[in-house]
């Protein structure tokens, strides 16, 4: 599977081999035992932690994955491990996805099993996934990233190896190997984006995707003359943030109300989102409004991209919108809502493949069609 990755051939050509010894515990720590937390931890109620988290970050990849891990190992501190305590350990880090904190969590839980059967090790790494994906169920992503990570990791069967040790000590090997592909994926949808990115283009984003703005980053590191155009994200103002984040780069780029999209569309040459999900369908599952600026901009013929990671892939199938969990999300409108008054909260929305153009992924720039073969190859 992953050898087809545009990733795997970045890994492999492009960047220097990390160092063979494991960066998430220390051989002191393989002997402790495993701890499942309550898979209901998450504090909050009434807004779900994909929100949350969703809000909490707005940074991109600065820092390289085997220094954060080395800082984690500081962390244990001789207590039982938690999958759940490790996860959230790498969740609250602004520079990576959730998905891929549920990655690191896995990969940490293996090397810490006690598990003496193969069997029992696939067990074990079953339930740390379920716990992880009950932490939040409406976390699309995360739920995505922790079935791919079982499906990749457990492909090594007990019966290649007659010792356990060397079969435990090769799922270690893909878990890491899973990581590491994880964590470039974004560089590389940055790379494949770079071609369709031209001077003197306009670019209309919606939310504050670290994905796109990787891809809007290396165009401008690339010398590349192109203006943005944010929507204000409303009520989270996710579209302040990323416009901030393109000034300091000396992007120029013009703030929009939500409202304005369908007025300024005949300025735009393309349109550019990220995906929370992205389903068999080929469409998306993202913030909200993404399916209004979708239908706007098909209408007038603007191509729409979205740049995702492959671990966002899910097997899912959503006929319409109110086939999804919804994500709830807190509202201000600065002003008292008569009683009675409805509010709606969900925090995102589902586009149809049909209004779609590509999508930027580590796989390779894919057509809508083509995702429901790529999960085909992803699950097999």
């Known amino acids: 599977m992953w050898r087809r990755s545009a990733s795997f051939v970045l890994d492999k050509g492009l960047l220097p081999s990390p160092p063979r010894e494991h960066p998430l515990r220390s051989a002191d720590d393989a002997m402790e035992p495993n701890v499942l937390q309550d898979p209901n931890a998450n504090p909050s109620h009434g807004i779900s932690a994909y929100y949350q988290t969703r809000a909490e970050h707005h940074a991109v990849v600065t820092s390289d994955w085997l220094a954060q891990a080395q800082a984690a190992v500081a962390l244990t501190g001789g207590k039982p491990f938690s999958v759940i305590d490790e996860f959230n350990y790498w969740r609250k880090k602004p520079d990576l996805a959730e998905a891929v904190a549920a990655i690191m969590a896995l990969a940490a839980f293996i090397r810490s099993s006690e598990a003496t059967t193969m069997m029992e090790l696939e067990i074990e790494l079953k339930k740390a996934s379920d716990t992880l994906k009950s932490w939040d169920t409406t976390s699309i992503s995360l739920s995505a990233g922790c079935d791919l990570f079982m499906r990749y990791v457990t492909r090594t069967s007990a019966l290649e190896y007659e010792d356990f040790n060397a079969a435990k000590l090769r799922l270690i090997e893909r878990g890491e190997k899973f990581g590491e ?18 001077d003197g283009c306009t670019v209309l984003v919606h939310g504050f995707s670290r994905v796109v703005l990787e891809v809007l980053k290396l165009a401008a590191s690339n010398r590349k003359n192109f203006r943005v155009l944010c929507t204000e994200g409303r009520p989270d103002r996710t579209g ?3 416009s901030n984040e393109l000034a300091q780069l000396r992007v120029p780029v013009k703030l929009l109300i939500d409202s304005a999209v369908a007025y300024t569309m005949d300025e735009v040459d393309m349109v550019f989102v990220g995906a929370d999900g992205v389903v068999e369908s080929g469409g998306i599952i993202n913030m909200m409004g993404t399916y209004q600026i979708a239908l706007v901009a098909h209408s007038m013929n603007k191509p729409v991209y979205v740049a995702a990671e492959s671990y966002k892939f899910a ?22 809502i008569p009683s009675g008054v409805e509010v709606e909260r969900n925090a995102r929305d589902y586009t149809p493949p049909q209004y779609l153009t590509l999508l930027f992924t580590d796989l390779g720039v894919l057509t809508p069609s083509v995702v429901s073969d790529e999960l085909i190859q992803l699950y097999l």
């Open 240 to 242: 302040l943030r990323f």
């Open 315 to 336: 097997r899912l199938y959503p006929l319409d919108q109110k086939d999804l969990a919804p994500a709830l999300r807190p509202i201000d409108f600065g002003v008292p």
């Open 181 to 198: 592909i994880s964590l470039k994926a974004r560089r590389t949808i940055a790379m494949l984006g770079q071609d369709f990115i031209f």
